[in-house]
Nanobody, 117 residues
Framework: VRVEESGGGLVQPGGSLRLSCVASGSIFNLNEMGWYRQAPGEPRELVAM???????NYADFVKGRFAISRDNAKKMVYLQMGSLQPEDTAVYYC????????????WGQGTQVTVST
């Protein structure tokens, strides 16, 4: 099983960016999916999660700016980020709760998002 992010990069303050993540491998069931982030010297923190049925949960610091969505058929989750600020600079990690022969969390390698002029 593999979880892989894409879509990071450099963006100016106030700009937008869309992250994508795909899960692949011998997946029996793809449960919750979501995004965490980690800035230098900081602990990893939750950004947003989405259930298989589309219920969402957001960290307070992204409400109204970011939107999480998923495509169950493609085994993908997305994070549309807007009104980006320098404090959003971090490595963004995709996480997926996947059932193979057991249920466990799988993490991607991370994608860098840098918000700067």
């Amino acid at each position: 099983v593999r979880v892989e992010e894409s879509g990071g990069g450099l963006v100016q303050p106030g700009g937008s960016l869309r992250l994508s993540c795909v899960a692949s491998g011998s997946i029996f069931n793809l449960n919750e999916m979501g995004w965490y982030r980690q800035a230098p010297g900081e602990p990893r923190e939750l950004v947003a999660m989405i259930t298989r049925d589309g219920d969402t949960n957001y960290a307070d610091f992204v409400k109204g700016r970011f939107a999480i969505s998923r495509d169950n058929a493609k085994k993908m989750v997305y994070l549309q980020m807007g009104s980006l600020q320098p404090e959003d600079t971090a490595v963004y990690y995709c996480v997926a709760n996947i059932t193979t022969w057991k249920r466990e969390m799988y993490w991607g390698q991370g994608t860098q998002v840098t918000v700067s002029t």
